[in-house]
């Protein structure tokens, strides 16, 4: 009998385990992967890239300018524009998502197309091969153009020929077997707005730590990357640790409070033994007093 009951255990676990895989299979929902630049596509538009990021970086200064004049533009107003010009959650890298990139025969092109689109595996590259581009050499761009004033040609011949050597040499030809990139969709223009703004509000003193999700983040589930998780994790150990500390000081003050329940008890019982020992005492110094009499009287009566 036990024996069947043995073999019997030994078919059901298992059995029950299989079952209950699929459920956690569909239970768990994927998290969809994040575009990521193509790597490979940046030696093709490097050049164009560096060319837009002067052009972008000399207008968004004279933007600047005629927002604030009669005042000047300081140099800490340049190196904001030069820093975020390649960062996609800040506005000053709104030109990118305007950009497509089409094949034209063994070339790729940077093509304009005056709305913002979703931002894909093109946009992610372009990013990226702008941040090739800058470098650490923002604060050098900014200086240039903060004490030089420099006219548009002069920006991109000192970025893109001097400083980064973008456009020193042409670009190589695509190759035959190059997969095609995603075709441009344009966003719809309120999702567009409320971006633009979200991205405007980032690393305002009155929002610590706001972040900017794109609109194919909030439905694929990307809330940023593993840094942030850990981020979590400590907030999360954070939480678990003052919940034992205050487990441990709880456990503390029942302690103490059986420590002085047990001395008062003990204080307690202490004291009724003295009250019986000193009745005793009491009774036997009595009873002592009593018999050194006895004679005393007898001796009288004879």
């Not at 895989?21 to 992967?33: G, H, Q, R």
């Not at 703004?197 to 593993?226: Q, V």
């Not at 981020?231 to 409070?257: G, I, P, R, Y």
């Not at 329940?261 to 009724?272: F, L, P, S």
Request: proline share 5%.
């Amino acid at each position: 009998m036990a024996m069947r009951c043995l073999i019997l255990i030994a078919l059901v676990v298992p059995l029950f385990f299989s079952c209950l895989v699929p459920f956690s299979l569909v239970s768990a929902k994927k998290k969809a992967a994040p575009a990521s630049a193509r790597k490979d596509d940046i030696p093709f538009i490097k050049c164009q890239v560096c060319q837009k990021v002067a052009y972008h970086i000399y207008n968004q200064v004279k933007d600047k300018e005629s927002q604030i004049s009669p005042k000047k533009v300081s140099e800490y107003d340049v190196i904001e524009i030069a820093e975020n010009v390649c960062n996609l959650k800040k506005a000053e890298a709104d030109w990118i998502l305007q950009i497509d990139i089409v094949e034209k025969g063994d070339k790729l092109e940077l093509v304009e197309q005056g709305v913002e689109g979703q931002c894909n595996s093109e946009c992610k590259t372009i990013e990226r091969a702008c941040q090739e581009i800058m470098g650490y050499s923002d604060t050098d761009v900014a200086e240039f153009v903060f004490s030089s004033k420099p006219s548009l040609d002069s920006l991109v011949n000192f970025l893109c020929h001097d400083l980064s050597k973008a456009c020193v040499v042409d670009a190589p030809p695509v190759p035959e077997g190059r997969i095609p990139g995603e075709a441009f969709v344009a966003k719809p223009t309120k999702d567009a707005e409320m971006e633009k703004i979200l991205r405007s509000m980032e690393g305002m003193p009155g929002a610590p730590g706001m972040k900017m999700y794109s609109r194919e983040d909030l439905m694929n589930n990307n809330f940023g990357d593993e840094d942030e998780d850990d981020d979590d994790e400590d907030d999360e150990f954070s939480k678990n640790l003052k919940e034992v500390l205050k487990q441990k000081n709880t456990a503390k003050e029942d302690l103490k409070e059986k420590v002085l329940q047990g001395i008062k008890e003990t204080g307690n019982a202490i004291k009724g033994h003295a009250n019986k020992f000193t009745k005793k005492i009491k009774s036997w110094w009595k009873g002592k007093k009593t018999a050194s009499r006895s004679p005393k009287s007898t001796k009288m009566e004879l």
